[in-house]
């Protein structure tokens, strides 16, 4: 089973019960998009695009492990000490930059997004957290943050569209994570319980740059809170076979202009994302996972105020082909009925209502628990 698949699994996901003490994998393949209907000036276009990632995950480094991930959606360095079975205090070092995120901003007319804004950015972060179990199967992390962000005009960019100046930013971080997942004994694929992690942002800024169109021109608010979560939820039906609950969702201020408009997510102040999975274990060498999809999304409208709820559907379907212990193949094809999705390229802000991927996996020194 492939693990730690994205940046975002590693930002967010504290202490992810995993079948390896140690690995290097390594994936590479493409991702698409195809768009209902296309709009070159704003990114609506298909398009097929490299996409890999590079993980490594040992946790007998500094007594506690580390883990290193390089990949189109990030990089990031997580050096551990301490062991939250043991109830001990875990402190942790987490070193990350995003090279080629962009922002999208706009606002919903009849379920479609109009563009007002389209930019390209730069962040990095340091993160340096303390945490330990509070009560069974209940990890809490908390610390302090500092983020340089930086932006620039992109091909997409309106002419009369006055991008974000440079900032620095800094705030404490809290993780809330209940964990009650079991790994299958042979697979080692998740089969039972659930990891819910909850994420609490206070952060400040120093940012005092006017930003966006005639119509709705402001500064950013000079400190905000954030909050946002991630739940991964099985339940074991037979076999290795298991019904799957993924859930994402965040909500911001709605003066928090930039958060609010990152391509990697929905653009919106509030959003949830929910994925209903049935992952059906093909003996040992493969799996397939048929999904339906819904999602809901409150933004603001043209000029910064009004705007309303939007709900979007859709489903699509994950496999994996397992050759060995070594190597395996990923694909997974995804259609939602909402034209603003994450790009798939690192060059251009490039999206659309269907995305696929097709990528091989290969893993060395793999160490089973």
Known sequence: MAWAQSYDDLATFRNPRLPYRQLLQIESGVMGSKAKEKDIATGLDDEIAFDGSVLYHDEAVADGGIDLYGGRDGFLAS?????????????????STRIWPFFREGFYRDKSFVPTGQYEATDYEAYLGFGREAAEDLFVEFGPYYRRNQFNESDLTAPTYVVPGDYASYGMRIFLEHNTVQLDRRSHAPR???????????????????????????????AVFRGRGRMEWYIASGGESAFEIFVTAAMADESDRIVNYDATRPQGDIYGDVQLRYRIALGDWMSISPFVQGQYVQAVGEDGSGGGDEFFYGGGAEAFLHFSEIISLNAWYSYLDNESRPSVSIQDDIHGEHMFYAGMILRFGGSRR
């Open 79 to 95: 050096l551990r000490n301490g062991d939250a079975r043991g109830n001990d205090t875990v402190s942790r070092l987490q070193l």
């Open 192 to 222: 039972d319980g659930f990891i819910l992690t909850a994420v609490l942002e206070r952060e400040w800024n120093n940012s005092n740059d006017e930003f966006g169109t005639t119509v709705w021109s402001s500064q950013l608010p000079s």
